[in-house]
């Protein structure tokens, strides 16, 4: 196995660090995103039960409504 | 325009693009990486160590976007009270704070082999800096102060003078003499970098941007679930 790849003449901690430093950081955001998202969905889902039948219906119309029910459905 | 700016609209049509992005992101990336590391050649100067450009370049661009994109959104809001510009602002500050942090430590990352220091309290390095100060500060300042109008004032202001700061990034490497080199991309005048970098550095811009436009739609829906909650509360 060619270990220069690894190596890259001296340079390949600063590469590879820095390669590695990006892909942490924009997993952590990515992940810290998603998990927001669904609780936040899970949450207005939940409060949106705690309505009438009728309030529920009304706000069921409401196109983001919608898309919210149907994304938290998926999940 | 405006229906761009239609919360209602944009969050459908959220949906619909982020299943689009998640389809090529991850090919994206992984052509990208594998262009970088592996397939562009090495700098005749600098050796191996060229490769942190492709990611500390596309960084760098993300993250001045983001905040030329805010503080737009920001005077927009300001001046005609368009309220859904604010989902769109908010969305955008983590991901631009993100690249910023990218940006700089990778970017320390390379002045180590090639300057033969982390650090160095230069125009450039000193104002990108300075953006992330500014980044952190707007964040915290929408998410802290509980009035909209006065949030809205305060982060205008810090967008206001973020953008004077955003200027002095662009010409510091002309006003000043700086360790960081001067351009070498230029869209109105002569690229300097060769084909076989500036294709690996156009994919990994690409994928870049497909991973803000990722973080900003969820973002997007974040901030949107919110102030439908707070509507539902009032109920």
């Given amino acids: ?75 | 325009m405006f229906k761009f700016l239609n919360p209602s609209y944009v969050f459908h049509l959220t949906g619909k693009i982020l299943n689009f992005v998640k389809i090529f992101i991850l090919p994206i990336s992984i052509i990208g990486i594998i262009f970088a590391l592996f397939v562009s050649p090495r700098d005749y100067i600098q050796g191996e160590s060229v490769r942190i450009m492709y990611v500390h370049v596309p960084s760098a661009w993300i993250s001045l976007l983001c905040f030329a994109s805010i503080s737009f959104l920001c005077i927009l809001n300001f001046l005609f009270k368009i309220k859904s510009a604010s989902l769109i602002y908010k969305s955008l500050a983590p991901i631009g704070l993100v690249f910023n942090f990218i940006a700089i430590f990778t970017g320390s990352l390379w002045g180590k082999p090639t300057w033969g220091t982390w650090w160095v309290w230069d125009a450039r390095l000193t104002s990108m800096l300075v953006l992330m100060f500014f980044y952190i500060i707007f964040i915290l300042s929408y998410k802290f102060i509980k009035d909209d109008s006065k949030a809205l004032k305060i982060c205008t202001s810090i967008s206001v003078l973020g953008l004077i700061n955003l200027i002095i990034i662009k010409y510091s490497v002309h006003w000043w003499s700086t360790l960081h080199q001067q351009p070498s991309i230029n869209l109105s005048g002569e690229t300097t970098v060769h084909y076989s970098m500036l294709i690996p550095l156009s994919i990994m811009l690409c994928a870049f941007l497909l991973y803000s436009a990722l973080i900003f739609l969820m973002k997007y829906r974040i901030e949107t679930i919110r102030v439908k909650r707070k509507r539902l509360k009032k109920l």
């Fill in chain 1, 1 to 75: 196995m060619n270990l220069n790849i690894f190596l890259m003449n001296g340079h390949g901690f600063y590469v590879w660090s820095s390669f590695l430093l990006t892909t942490l950081a924009c997993l952590f955001l990515f992940l810290k995103t998603r998990k927001s998202l669904k609780k936040l969905e899970k949450e207005f889902i939940k409060e949106a039960k705690t309505l009438t039948n009728k309030e529920f219906e009304d706000i069921k119309k409401q196109k983001v409504v919608k898309a919210i029910l149907l994304s938290y459905s998926k999940n």
